[in-house]
């Protein structure tokens, strides 16, 4: 699975609109602002479809994947968008990684612990607001926006200095890049 | 005091929301300290024990409060058990040390918790530090936790 995927969910309560860039995306934030809402209406949706009353708009199937049983379930689940509530355990474990490693799935990860074993982006770590934009009479408009900011640093950053962790490919790759710069 | 152990932890209760709603009673609902937090977190008033009036979501019962303030609740209401509190944003952090300045609780984090620009005391588990400002917190916590 690659690309952008634009997701538009809600009900007579809530609407959220945002999109996925990657493969992982992290929700963090605040307490109560729509995170575990969130989840659970994609999983409303996925049971009982248009019956459930609310609205999904998608390219691809949203899943919820959680409980003791998820490593039976998670291979069965191709092409999708996989949303996990914090309260899974499962979450910063090496064998969860290289479920995720192995599968063609995108997942949207709620969890404020760091996970050290996947390979996320920084600029992929998100939290919920709520918009003044127009949602509905009722309705309340959430979206995400950026924890860590949304920075450009090959415009900003002018180091003198750099420091990599050993002599290996990181070291080789700046080194590439710094070649014929003032840098050290 | 509010004492905190860094990372994992076996004897935990990881899901405090699942615990909260399987043990809560009326009057941790009523409880003025719960009321105060429900209100400052989940911008909710606490109309009975059984119904909770929420600004997004209307009319609620206390299984629908955010997992933060289930598990601040959880937190004061059984101070002799430890919870999971990284299931709390950091919007949670000043009403752990307001619990914490009336008795004695420990709490679990497994990631860095922001407790502000003020002064503040909170005891370390993991290293046995009595800790007073988010300056001296983060060396601390940062070797244990990201």
């Not at chain 2, 303030?69 to 919007?91: E, H, M, Q, R, W």
């Not at chain 2, 588990?125 to 300056?135: C, K």
Request: hydrophobic content about 35%; proline content about 4%; aromatic content about 10%.
């Amino acid at each position: 699975m690659k690309g952008i995927h634009q997701i538009t969910i809600s009900n007579a309560s809530v609407r959220y609109e945002f999109s996925l860039k990657r493969n992982i995306t992290v929700i963090r934030g605040d307490s109560a602002t729509g995170k575990t809402t969130l989840v659970e209406m994609i999983n409303e949706y996925y049971e009982s479809g248009q019956e459930s009353g609310i609205e999904l708009r998608c390219d691809k199937q949203c899943r919820v994947l959680g409980g003791r049983d998820w490593k039976t379930l998670l291979p069965t689940i191709r092409d999708s968008i996989v949303f996990i509530d914090e309260d899974n355990e499962f979450l910063p474990t090496d064998e969860f990684a290289r479920a995720v490693r192995e599968s063609d799935n995108y997942y949207c990860l709620i969890t404020r612990e760091g996970l050290p074993n996947l390979p996320y982006s920084v600029e992929e770590i998100y939290g919920i607001r709520t918009s003044g934009k127009y949602a509905g009479l009722r309705q309340v408009y959430h979206e995400f926006y950026h924890i860590y900011g949304n920075h450009r640093p090959h415009e900003l950053v002018r180091p003198e200095e750099l420091i990599v962790e050993d002599s290996n490919s990181g070291f080789e790759f700046f080194s590439g890049i710094s070649e014929g710069k003032n840098y050290t | 005091m509010l004492s905190i152990y860094y990372g994992e932890m076996p004897e935990v209760i990881y899901n405090p929301a699942r615990y909260f709603k399987n043990t809560y009673t009326d009057e941790w609902i009523t409880d003025e300290l719960s009321r105060k937090m429900i209100k400052d977190i989940d911008k909710s008033e606490v109309i009975g024990p059984r119904i909770i009036d929420s600004p997004v979501l209307g009319g609620i019962s206390p299984r629908e409060l955010s997992g933060g303030v289930k598990t601040l609740i959880c937190i004061y209401k059984k101070p002799d058990k430890i919870f999971n509190a990284s299931a709390c944003g950091d919007n949670c952090a000043k009403w752990l040390l307001e619990i914490g300045k009336v008795m004695d609780v420990t709490i679990n984090l497994r990631h860095i918790m922001d407790f502000g620009d003020g002064e503040f005391t909170v005891k370390i588990l993991n290293t046995g530090q009595i800790i007073h400002s988010m300056e001296e917190l983060i060396p601390v916590a940062g070797m244990i936790v990201r």
